[in-house]
């Protein structure tokens, strides 16, 4: 009896569902976004959110505070608008026609990006440390900065750092923060600048919204399935399916972009953590797994996996035409190494880098990996703030120094000129090396404290793809004219740690926490 009455509480939303959303995949949805007084409000994110919640298409308002979604692919779809700044909109069956009004909120302490908040502690050298030390895993956020509502205590902050310290200090299987890092110090330096539990929490102000082409751009979020994973590293295939690494659940997902459908393939080796990818012939997935210290190559026609030991915590990996599959070393700091597995024989060669010792007496910590036209290996040091040139045929290193120091060099990328774009993680700045003239040249970035972590360059138009780690936004640079996009992401805490270009030169990220907060595969288009 009881089983019957609830039927209909059931039933009915459902069926409410399925006729207010239904889809219109020949129509743009389209509407005005107003605050309160009816005056029109330009660069409102305007996010369609299928039933599944799975994908999530967004798009901003103009200067008109109109919208227009894409064709959305079939399903029922809830709309809602948000913008920094306003209370966000109830979110509501998306009608072919659909306004919105928002409200505005004071206290956007909640709705900040981490670059807010690390915009409290004073610019320069002990910060790009800290960035270094402290901002890489996870953001510097609310979650870090408060405990039950108010500003963390000296105590709390004392017992994470030395927390972090155990599991990640220099001594540890995961030595990501330097040796220098001292726990004390660290709070007082925070509790000086932050404030304490006695402090009023920090009043921020809502940054500018996005307008002209800032705002011309479709973000296409997925979810990924398991919510605790990290989704490191993704490449686009033949296929146009996106291929990514789930770090914390040592698996490969494959998204179909078309359905939002995430297939898995798990990685037959135990705490694989599996990094970085590339693919090589026959559409074989070459897969970097940290722990066991391998090289995964994948058959996706065979589906069989086959490993091969490399002998190193390896960071990056890409393959040449030699059928070479590069890595370089990453917690494998003493020497520094960077090699090849040769694809065929399955035989490791490796080269020492020849690094001068850090001053601090701890060790470098190698990074990117891009390979050149010419076959010439490019390589950042995190930690050590250079860029390594190697030539594969006179086996020669060349190291050169980023002009700021400290500057934390991450993800780089070569440009259809040959230049090295180069994302200063903890300088805030894109830096282009000239081969030819072996200068940098360095660009502040125009959002404040939004930790650059990968950049990916457009061969047809040379336009720099900027991802960043804590301002959730994307940026582009255009080399021609100077000049900056800024694209807003729609999801807070949006750590991005990769990105790639596909064929229609859309820019793919992975927002990667760890811990894991909302982890979700991005497509970023730009509309014409
Ligand atoms: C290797 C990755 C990593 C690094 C580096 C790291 N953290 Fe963490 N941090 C974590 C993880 C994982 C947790 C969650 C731990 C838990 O649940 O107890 C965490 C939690 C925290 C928290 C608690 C947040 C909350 O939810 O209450 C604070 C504060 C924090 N970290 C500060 C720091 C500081 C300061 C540094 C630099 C010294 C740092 N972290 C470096 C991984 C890291």
């Known amino acids: 009896m009881k089983r019957l009455l ?54 901003v308002t103009d200067t008109e505070g109109r919208y227009v979604l894409p064709s959305l692919p079939d399903g029922a779809y809830h709309g809602r608008a948000h913008r920094i700044g306003y209370k966000p909109s109830a979110s509501v069956p998306l009608a072919a026609e659909q306004d919105f009004v928002l409200t505005s ?80 110090k660290t709070t ?36 990924l399935p398991v919510p605790y994973d990290l989704p490191h590293d993704l490449l686009p295939d033949a296929e146009g399916q996106i291929l990514i690494t789930g770090m914390m659940t040592a698996q490969m997902y494959r998204l179909n972009p078309a359905t939002g459908h995430f297939a898995t393939v798990p990685i037959p080796v135990q705490h694989a953590g599996p990094r970085a990818l590339d693919l090589g012939p026959y559409g074989r997935w070459w897969v970097l797994l940290g722990n066991p210290r391998q090289i995964g190559v994948y058959d996706p026609a065979e589906e069989t996996w086959a490993m091969h030991d490399i002998g190193m915590y390896p960071h990056s990996i890409k393959l040449d035409d030699a059928g070479r599959v590069w890595f370089n070393g990453h917690f494998t700091k003493e020497p520094e190494l960077i090699g090849y597995l040769d694809a065929a024989t399955g035989e490791v060669t490796t080269y020492e880098v020849p690094t001068p010792p850090m001053p601090d007496g701890g060790t470098t910590m190698p990074y990117g990996l891009r390979i050149d036209a ?48 180069i994302p200063q ?65 729609p999801t807070q805490k949006a750590l991005v740690r990769h990105m790639e270009l596909d064929a229609t030169g859309a820019a793919w990220v992975a927002y990667g926490n760890s811990p894991a907060t909302d982890p979700k595969i991005a497509r970023l288009e730009i509309r014409d």
């Open 188 to 223: 007082e330096w925070l509790l000086a600048h932050v404030g304490g539990p006695d402090d009023p929490l920090p009043a921020f102000t809502p940054p500018p919204p996005m307008t002209g082409e800032d705002a011309n751009v479709v973000i296409t979020e997925y979810d």
């Open 6 to 59: 609830a039927l209909p509480f059931v039933l009915l939303p459902l069926l409410f569902l399925a006729l207010a959303g239904q889809p219109f995949p020949d129509d743009e949805p389209t509407g005005v976004v107003r605050d309160a007084t009816g005056a029109p409000l330009p660069g409102v994110l305007v996010t369609a959110l299928r039933a599944d919640s799975v994908v999530a298409v967004t798009v």
């Open 425 to 489: 993680f903890a300088a805030n700045k894109l830096a282009r090396f000239d081969p030819a003239t072996e200068t940098f040249t360095e660009y502040p970035l125009p959002l404040p404290d939004a930790l650059p972590y990968v950049v990916r360059v457009d061969p047809r138009t040379g336009v720099v793809w900027i991802a960043t780690a804590g301002a959730d936004a994307v940026l582009r640079f255009d080399p021609a004219t100077e000049r900056f996009f800024v694209h807003r992401l």
């Open 105 to 184: 909120e004071e206290n956007v302490f909640d709705q900040m990006p981490s670059s807010a908040f690390l915009g409290l502690l004073p610019d320069g050298e002990d910060k790009r440390h800290f960035v270094l030390d402290c901002a890489g895993c996870h953001q510097f956020d609310q979650k870090q900065i408060t405990l039950d509502g108010k500003l963390r205590a000296r105590d709390s902050w004392l017992q994470r750092t030395n927390q972090m310290l155990s599991f990640a200090g220099a001594h540890t299987g995961f030595p990501v923060i330097s040796p220098s890092r001292d726990a004390e």
């Open 374 to 421: 010419e076959g010439t290996l490019w390589a950042t040091q995190l930690i050590g703030n250079r860029l390594i040139k190697f030539v594969p045929k006179t086996e020669a290193f060349t190291l050169y120094e980023l002009p700021t120091p400290v500057s934390g060099p991450r993800r780089p990328a070569i440009g259809p000129d040959g230049a090295v774009w």
